[in-house]
């Protein structure tokens, strides 16, 4: 799962629909999403889905750039664009991106996350030369329209955004210190997608500009048009509207090196909370590599839902954790394993960190039982079949046909994603518990209420 | 190389005139599931809709149980009520029907709103019937052990005390507790309260359920890929032998609307904080209101799209919000309307006028002729879409089964919101949205923003705690 994704529009996190399931053995049929692709002389990738169960076409484009993509001291930059996407183009006046759409029966929406950043629209099928319109209008023709005055405007909309996602929520500025603990200043995770409030207001118009042309390219795109629509129709309008718009330059994207950290690094925030949450994360696998569907399993095993063994400990046996979360981050340079626990009032955090260690030592020492394992499974396969059930928006078909032809090379990966969750067995996940977690070192962050610094997890007393 | 150079001449030879919007063909003609039902004996009201595409269930019981149905003294009865179906059934434990929902890849969730209850399953088809022996179980045979009680209790305790953090909870709690006050069912917090959570017990969960969880005040909706016979024989077989109950009639639709005052500022103080929250609203229709339909083409209009008025102005034109928008909470008795934004602390006061300058405009002008076109287009185009999975049609048809509409709604929908006019729109607005009866609840930082808002002169400031209550 991807956890830190920026909306154009406040959004539910799709968390629980990422998270995914075993017993297939027995006579599931194969997930199948069938499609043609091509890619236009410019270099833009086009993937077809024919889906005429309902008369709706999404449009879905993938731009591989994203927060990894920024610099220090300009970070925050890749999302803020993404908002700058929807300012209008040079034939699409400001405001009318959306008017158009919704007068069409349209929605749209987009987001950004450390490796790519996404748009799409989803509307009735007899829409699909306007969205394409729209969206290639923006790809080919946006320089000229941005101004000044649009980045100003979006940047108060996004320092808004930080403000509600962030700084006004409890724990909300967790995760950018967990970041800057796990990644050294240079490696570009080290900052979060929404970027400081410094950086967002130094982005200049020549920023702006200069990100546009190196990385706003048909080449550097994908696009999935998936729905009530024929190949034939789609191909045809998608060489009408993108053809013409010139190749860019080669993306030439930076490759930091691997990150391990070399001891364990403590750290506190106090914040405005009534109680206090302790963070773990440790360094994994990327998206893909092996492994990366064994830390999911891991994740469900140790905190999916209230039958993990977390839960039942802290939050149902002792009751001195009100909740727990855990997953993988899998990303394109690296992944990461994240454990959250939440007191109950009257406990610190020594006591839920010392619940933690001794039931990963558990897992890392004995594994998990069979059955844990297959319930894992069966709950990460349904949620691959009800993702089937829906072509457009965030996590529908034409955005995972995206998803899988950038992380997977093939855009119908699915029932090959679904097979390395079917795969994962007793003895994998003790052994990535062990190598990843017990054996590792992590991050430790606490969040305490202001003025409480002595209900952290203390260093010294760690093992 | 050949590619290259016939991709070109093509591209040639159709050419794209980019200066204007593409010329649509007319849209699809809207295509409803059929829905069926099947009442049973016992009253339980069984309503199915086939949908073989994906091989995936969505079951949904819908019960008279909703927060309406609480004790005065023990708001947030109903919701935990809801809570306890899952922790201990037949002859599972609390952690075994967890586990076992997990193992079934099933999604069971419990959860009472105002209205209604509701007990819903998502789960793949192969794994229907066992996933049904489950929610019978937890429906009909709930134990509510007194330990599982106490879990709970001790839980929502400090689940309570957590919400205290969230802004955005607390402005949702404070807003309905001060336009309603604690009089009415609607006023009081679904979750209960600090003083109330201690009086959860197992005696009054029982009571509460025996009194409000019968077939004849409930009906099952079953979307997916399962046919109506077997959905017949399915449940019958587990609830078929569910008694019926006298159950008596909500407080709800009997308890008086409060008649709203003159407008009141409500300052709720988060020392800190970098936004505002903002709720401003009364007491709205109920969803029977013939006004229906220029409603939802109003509130489209006003807040309920991106493209709304509200949006368009704090988000689009001044910057000073993440979003804005509106809503009318449209239930059995008249909910609140409300218009909403978080905005940055230091514009607090500029949001406001924002704010009051649109919510009188929609009523002191009439809608112009294209934005009113493309309200009702984006709400009657994007209708077919609201089917697409068998959890949208579900969330589609449940309305019609709480609200007691006819099944056959959606197929009059479109006719009905195409004649909505300009007329219709500001006539609604006139009568549901009086700005000089506002409640406004902010939840953010005083010491910022109370000279600010005092400048307006718009009205008095109170001040209330965290649950909208009357500071001591």
Known sequence: ?463 | MNSVVLAVLFLQGVGVDRTKAPTLLPPPALKLPAVRTAPLPNGLELVVVESHKVPVVDVSLVLDAGAVRDPADLPGLATFTATMLQQGAGSRSALDIADQAAFLGAQLSSAAGFDVATVSLHVPTRRLTEALDLLADVVLRPTFPDSEITRQRELRRTQLLQQRDEPVQVANVAFPAIVYGAGHPYGRPLAGNDSSVAGLSRARVTSFYSTFYHPNAARLLVVGDVTLDQARRLVTARFGGWPRGAVPAAAAAAAPAPAGAARTFYLIDKPGAAQSVVRIGQVGPARDTPDYFALQVLNTILGGAFTSRLNQNLRETHGYTYGAGSAFALRRAGGPFVAQASVVTAKTDSSLIEFLKELRRIRDEAVPTAELAKAKQYIILGLPGDFETTAGAAFRFRDLLIYGLPLDYYAGYIDRINAVTAADVQRVARRYIDPDRFDIVIVGDRSQIEAGIKALNEGPILYRDLWGQVLP
Not at chain 1, 414 to 430: E, I, N, S
Request: proline share 7%.
């Open chain 1, 1 to 463: 799962m991807t956890l830190p994704t920026l909306f154009r529009l406040a959004t539910p996190l799709l968390c629980g629909a990422s998270l995914v399931s075993g017993l297939a053995a027995q006579g599931a049929a194969p997930l199948r999403v069938p499609y043609e692709t091509f890619t236009l002389p410019n270099g833009l990738q086009v993937i077809v889905h024919e889906d005429h169960s309902v008369p709706v076409v999404s449009v879905n484009i993938w731009y591989h750039v994203g927060s990894g993509d920024e610099r220090p001291g300009r970070t925050g930059f890749a999302h803020l664009f993404e908002h700058i996407m929807f300012m209008g183009s040079q034939h699409v006046p400001t405001g009318e991106f959306d008017k158009l759409l919704e007068a069409a029966g349209g929605d749209n929406n987009g987001s950004t996350t450390e490796d790519r950043t996404n748009y799409f629209e989803d509307a009735p099928a007899n829409a699909l030369p306007l969205m394409l319109w729209l969206d290639s209008d923006r790809m080919g023709f946006l320089l000229p329209e941005i101004t000044a005055e649009k980045v100003d405007l979006q940047r108060g909309v996004v320092q808004n955004e930080r403000r509600q996602s962030y700084e006004n929520r409890p724990y909300g500025l967790a995760e950018e210190n967990i970041l800057k603990r796990l990644y050294p200043p240079s490696h570009p995770y080290s900052w979060p997608v929404i970027g400081s409030m410094t950086d967002l207001s130094a982005a200049t118009l020549e920023d702006v500009r200069n990100f546009f042309r190196n990385y706003y390219t048909p080449n550097n795109a994908t696009l999935a048009v998936a729905g009530d629509v024929t190949p034939g129709e789609a191909r045809q309008l998608a060489q009408k509207y993108f053809g013409d718009i010139p190749r860019g330059p080669e993306v030439t994207r930076p490759t930091p090196p691997a990150v391990l950290l070399t001891a364990d690094v403590y750290g506190t925030l106090e914040d405005r909370v009534q109680t206090p949450r302790v963070y773990n994360a440790w360094h994994t696998q990327k998206a893909f590599a092996p492994d990366d569907a064994g830390l999911d399993v891991l994740a469900n095993v140790l905190a999916g839902g209230r039958s993990s063994r977390l839960y039942r400990r802290l939050v149902y046996e002792l009751q001195i954790a009100s909740d727990v979360v855990a997953f993988q981050d899998g990303s394109r340079l690296d992944g990461k394993f994240e454990l959250w626990v939440t007191a109950r009032p009257g406990h610190n955090l020594g006591e839920l960190q010392r619940v933690v260690d001794e039931e990963v030592r558990k897992l890392a020492d004995a594994g998990p039982t069979l059955r844990e394992v297959q319930r894992a499974q069966n709950t990460f396969e349904a949620q691959f079949l009800s993702r089937m059930e829906r072509v457009g928006s965030f996590g529908g078909k034409a955005d995972q046909l995206n998803f899988y032809a950038y992380f997977a090379g093939t855009p119908d990966y699915f029932q090959r994603d679904l097979d390395r969750y079917l795969k994962v067995t007793p003895a994998d996940v003790q052994r990535i518990a062990r190598a990843y977690l017990a054996d590792a070192h992590r991050v430790v962050l606490s969040v305490v209420p202001q003025g409480k610094p002595e209900l952290a997890v203390q260093a010294a007393v760690q093992p």
